[in-house]
C-alpha cells in the first residue's frame, strides 16, 4: 500500500504536468507562435489551465491532504514530506476559494490582453488596450473578494505572489526607502560629476552580444543541458521541470547594456530552478520560495555580480576583445562607471540600481489605488504621469513610454511589482550574509570564479524550493527579517564612490 504521502505526492504530480504543459504553451506564445496563432491559444492555455485548477481543488485532493497531514504529523519538520504536504495544503485552500471558471475566463482574457498589449505599445496606443485593461482590474477586484475578509484589499494580489505578505509591510519598507533613495539620486544630481555611458550606446553586433552573454552565464553555472535561451520582447524564465529550465532574453542592436544585463538577469532565476532538489520534481516547489526570493536571485547576478569591478576586471578584456572597434580604447573604470550611471529615466527596465526601486514605488501606489477604486482604468496614463513626475522629475512623451511599457498589467499581475523591490532588498541582506561565510569572494569574482558563490546559493536557498515561506527563509539564513538599511548602505556606498559624494 502505498503511504497517504505518495498518494499525494502522485495528484500533485498530475497538477504539476498538466499546468506545464499550459506553461509551454505560454512559452511558445512569447517566442515562436506566428501572430495568428492567438485566439485558440488562448482557448488552449484557458482550457488547460482549467483542467489544472479543477484537479487541484478536487474533494479527492483535499482529502489527501488531510490523511498526509496527520500521517506526517510528526515528521521531522525539515523533511519534504513534513514540508510539501503543508505547503500544498496552503495552496489547496487559497486555490479552493476561487471558483473554476473565473480561472477559465480569467486566462482566456489575460491571454487575449497580453496580445493587444504587443499591438499597443508600439503604437503608444492606449486606447486600444483599455477594454482589456478594464477587464482585468475588474476581474483583479473580484480576486480580492474571493479572499474576504482582508485587512487591505490589495492583500491578496500580494500574497499570490509573496505568501504571507502584508500590503502594510511593504508600505513600511517603501516609506523607509522612499526619502533615502530621493535623497542619494538628489545628491547625485547636485554633485555635478555626470557620468558618460556613450560607449554602452554604440552599434553591436547581437551574434556576438548573445555569445559573450551566453560564455558569462555558462561561467556562472547555467547549465545549458537542463535549458536553452531564446528571445522574446519581455525577457523572462520558465519551468517546465528540474531538467528544463529556459530563459529568454532582449538585444539591442545600438545599446550593449539591455541583452547584457538581462541575460545575466534571467540565468539568475534560471540556477534557482535547476537547484531544487531533484526530491522536490513534479510539485510546486519548484518554483521556489517567492517572487521576491526569486528576485533576490536574479538581482544578485544581475547587480552585485554583474554591475561589479570584480567581475568586469575577469570579463572586460574579453568584452574588449569582442567589440575592439566600439570599446578598444574604453578603459575599465570609464565602462564601469557607465554601466552604473544613475540618471532618473522612464523605462524601469534601463534603470539604474539608485532609481530602480522609485519605478516599483509609483506603480505599487497605482495599484492599491485601483484596487480601492480610487482609480479607474481609464484615468491611468493621466496618474501615471503626474506620479512619474513626482518620483522622478518627468514626464513621458506618449505611453508607450509610460503606462505601457510593461507586460504585467496586460498579463493580469497585480501585486508583482513589489517584489522586484523586495528582491533587491533580499539580496543584498543574503549578500551580507555570503562575504561573511565567503570572506574571498571578490577575489573569486575577478578570477572568473563562481563555483563556491553558486554552491553556497543551492545549499542554503534554491534546494529547498518552496519548503519554507520567504521570510522564514530569510530568518534561517541571515537570523532577521527583511530590511531596508542593507540596502540603503550598499547604495549609499557604491554611489558614493562612483560620484566622490
Ligand atoms: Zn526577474
Given at each position: 500500500?502505498?503511504?497517504?504521502?505518495?498518494?499525494?505526492?502522485?495528484?500533485?504530480?498530475?497538477?504539476?504536468?498538466?499546468?506545464?504543459?499550459?506553461?509551454?504553451?505560454?512559452?511558445?506564445?512569447?517566442?515562436?507562435?506566428?501572430?495568428?496563432?492567438?485566439?485558440?491559444?488562448?482557448?488552449?492555455?484557458?482550457?488547460?489551465?482549467?483542467?489544472?485548477?479543477?484537479?487541484?481543488?478536487?474533494?479527492?485532493?483535499?482529502?489527501?491532504?488531510?490523511?498526509?497531514?496527520?500521517?506526517?504529523?510528526?515528521?521531522?519538520?525539515?523533511?519534504?514530506?513534513?514540508?510539501?504536504?503543508?505547503?500544498?495544503?496552503?495552496?489547496?485552500?487559497?486555490?479552493?476559494?476561487?471558483?473554476?471558471?473565473?480561472?477559465?475566463?480569467?486566462?482566456?482574457?489575460?491571454?487575449?490582453?497580453?496580445?493587444?498589449?504587443?499591438?499597443?505599445?508600439?503604437?503608444?496606443?492606449?486606447?486600444?488596450?483599455?477594454?482589456?485593461?478594464?477587464?482585468?482590474?475588474?476581474?483583479?477586484?473580484?480576486?480580492?473578494?474571493?479572499?474576504?475578509?482582508?485587512?487591505?484589499?490589495?492583500?491578496?494580489?500580494?500574497?499570490?505572489?509573496?505568501?504571507?505578505?502584508?500590503?502594510?509591510?511593504?508600505?513600511?519598507?517603501?516609506?523607509?526607502?522612499?526619502?533615502?533613495?530621493?535623497?542619494?539620486?538628489?545628491?547625485?544630481?547636485?554633485?555635478?560629476?555626470?557620468?558618460?555611458?556613450?560607449?554602452?550606446?554604440?552599434?553591436?553586433?547581437?551574434?556576438?552580444?548573445?555569445?559573450?552573454?551566453?560564455?558569462?552565464?555558462?561561467?556562472?553555472?547555467?547549465?545549458?543541458?537542463?535549458?536553452?535561451?531564446?528571445?522574446?520582447?519581455?525577457?523572462?524564465?520558465?519551468?517546465?521541470?528540474?531538467?528544463?529550465?529556459?530563459?529568454?532574453?532582449?538585444?539591442?542592436?545600438?545599446?550593449?547594456?539591455?541583452?547584457?544585463?538581462?541575460?545575466?538577469?534571467?540565468?539568475?532565476?534560471?540556477?534557482?530552478?535547476?537547484?531544487?532538489?531533484?526530491?522536490?520534481?513534479?510539485?510546486?516547489?519548484?518554483?521556489?520560495?517567492?517572487?521576491?526570493?526569486?528576485?533576490?536571485?536574479?538581482?544578485?547576478?544581475?547587480?552585485?555580480?554583474?554591475?561589479?569591478?570584480?567581475?568586469?576586471?575577469?570579463?572586460?578584456?574579453?568584452?574588449?576583445?569582442?567589440?575592439?572597434?566600439?570599446?578598444?580604447?574604453?578603459?575599465?573604470?570609464?565602462?564601469?562607471?557607465?554601466?552604473?550611471?544613475?540618471?532618473?529615466?522612464?523605462?524601469?527596465?534601463?534603470?539604474?540600481?539608485?532609481?530602480?526601486?522609485?519605478?516599483?514605488?509609483?506603480?505599487f501606489e497605482l495599484e492599491l489605488d485601483l484596487m480601492e477604486k480610487r482609480l479607474e482604468a481609464r484615468d491611468l496614463p493621466e496618474a501615471w504621469n503626474r506620479k512619474v513626475k513626482d518620483y522622478l522629475g518627468l514626464t513621458p512623451k506618449n505611453d508607450r513610454e509610460g503606462v505601457l511599457q510593461d507586460i504585467h498589467w496586460s498579463a493580469g499581475y497585480v501585486g508583482y511589482f513589489p517584489t522586484y523591490s523586495l528582491g533587491n532588498l533580499i539580496s543584498v541582506q543574503l549578500w551580507e550574509q555570503i562575504r561573511k561565510d565567503l570572506p574571498d569572494l571578490e577575489r573569486q569574482i575577478e578570477g572568473a570564479r563562481f563555483a563556491d558563490l553558486l554552491a553556497w546559493l543551492r545549499?542554503?536557498?534554491?534546494?529547498?524550493?518552496?519548503?519554507?515561506?520567504?521570510?522564514?527563509?530569510?530568518?534561517?539564513?541571515?537570523?532577521?527579517?527583511?530590511?531596508?538599511?542593507?540596502?540603503?548602505?550598499?547604495?549609499?556606498?557604491?554611489?558614493?564612490?562612483?560620484?566622490?559624494?
Amino acid at each position: 500500500m502505498p503511504s497517504h504521502y505518495e498518494r499525494l505526492r502522485n495528484l500533485i504530480g498530475t497538477y504539476s504536468d498538466i499546468d506545464r504543459a499550459g506553461q509551454v504553451l505560454d512559452w511558445d506564445q512569447q517566442t515562436y507562435m506566428p501572430p495568428g496563432g492567438a485566439i485558440e491559444r488562448a482557448e488552449q492555455v484557458s482550457t488547460l489551465n482549467r483542467l489544472a485548477h479543477e484537479h487541484l481543488v478536487s474533494d479527492e485532493m483535499g482529502e489527501a491532504i488531510e490523511a498526509a497531514l496527520h500521517e506526517t504529523a510528526n515528521a521531522d519538520r525539515d523533511t519534504d514530506e513534513h514540508r510539501v504536504v503543508r505547503h500544498m495544503s496552503r495552496f489547496y485552500t487559497k486555490r479552493r476559494r476561487i471558483p473554476a471558471e473565473w480561472i477559465g475566463e480569467w486566462t482566456r482574457i489575460t491571454s487575449l490582453a497580453q496580445n493587444a498589449w504587443e499591438k499597443a505599445r508600439p503604437a503608444s496606443d492606449f486606447a486600444a488596450f483599455l477594454p482589456h485593461l478594464e477587464k482585468i482590474i475588474d476581474y483583479r477586484r473580484q480576486y480580492s473578494e474571493f479572499f474576504a475578509p482582508y485587512d487591505h484589499v490589495y492583500d491578496p494580489q500580494l500574497d499570490y505572489f509573496e505568501p504571507g505578505m502584508k500590503t502594510a509591510e511593504v508600505r513600511a519598507v517603501f516609506a523607509e526607502l522612499r526619502p533615502a533613495q530621493v535623497e542619494l539620486v538628489q545628491a547625485i544630481a547636485d554633485r555635478g560629476r555626470p557620468v558618460d555611458d556613450a560607449p554602452l550606446h554604440q552599434a553591436f553586433d547581437i551574434q556576438k552580444q548573445w555569445d559573450f552573454g551566453v560564455d558569462v552565464v555558462t561561467q556562472f553555472g547555467y547549465d545549458f543541458t537542463r535549458g536553452r535561451q531564446d528571445r522574446s520582447a519581455h525577457p523572462f524564465t520558465t519551468f517546465f521541470g528540474l531538467g528544463d529550465v529556459r530563459i529568454t532574453t532582449r538585444f539591442l542592436g545600438d545599446y550593449i547594456g539591455s541583452g547584457l544585463f538581462s541575460t545575466m538577469h534571467e540565468s539568475g532565476h534560471a540556477m534557482y530552478g535547476q537547484g531544487v532538489s531533484p526530491s522536490l520534481a513534479r510539485t510546486e516547489n519548484i518554483h521556489g520560495a517567492s517572487y521576491a526570493f526569486h528576485e533576490s536571485q536574479s538581482r544578485m547576478w544581475e547587480n552585485l555580480v554583474g554591475r561589479s569591478r570584480p567581475f568586469w576586471k575577469a570579463f572586460y578584456p574579453k568584452l574588449q576583445k569582442t567589440f575592439f572597434a566600439q570599446l578598444g580604447s574604453v578603459d575599465l573604470e570609464t565602462f564601469y562607471r557607465a554601466i552604473n550611471k544613475v540618471e532618473r529615466s522612464l523605462i524601469r527596465v534601463e534603470a539604474d540600481e539608485a532609481t530602480y526601486n522609485l519605478h516599483i514605488m509609483l506603480r505599487f501606489e497605482l495599484e492599491l489605488d485601483l484596487m480601492e477604486k480610487r482609480l479607474e482604468a481609464r484615468d491611468l496614463p493621466e496618474a501615471w504621469n503626474r506620479k512619474v513626475k513626482d518620483y522622478l522629475g518627468l514626464t513621458p512623451k506618449n505611453d508607450r513610454e509610460g503606462v505601457l511599457q510593461d507586460i504585467h498589467w496586460s498579463a493580469g499581475y497585480v501585486g508583482y511589482f513589489p517584489t522586484y523591490s523586495l528582491g533587491n532588498l533580499i539580496s543584498v541582506q543574503l549578500w551580507e550574509q555570503i562575504r561573511k561565510d565567503l570572506p574571498d569572494l571578490e577575489r573569486q569574482i575577478e578570477g572568473a570564479r563562481f563555483a563556491d558563490l553558486l554552491a553556497w546559493l543551492r545549499e542554503k536557498i534554491h534546494r529547498h524550493g518552496a519548503k519554507y515561506e520567504p521570510v522564514e527563509l530569510l530568518r534561517r539564513i541571515t537570523g532577521q527579517g527583511l530590511q531596508a538599511a542593507p540596502y540603503l548602505e550598499y547604495l549609499r556606498t557604491k554611489y558614493g564612490e562612483i560620484y566622490g559624494l
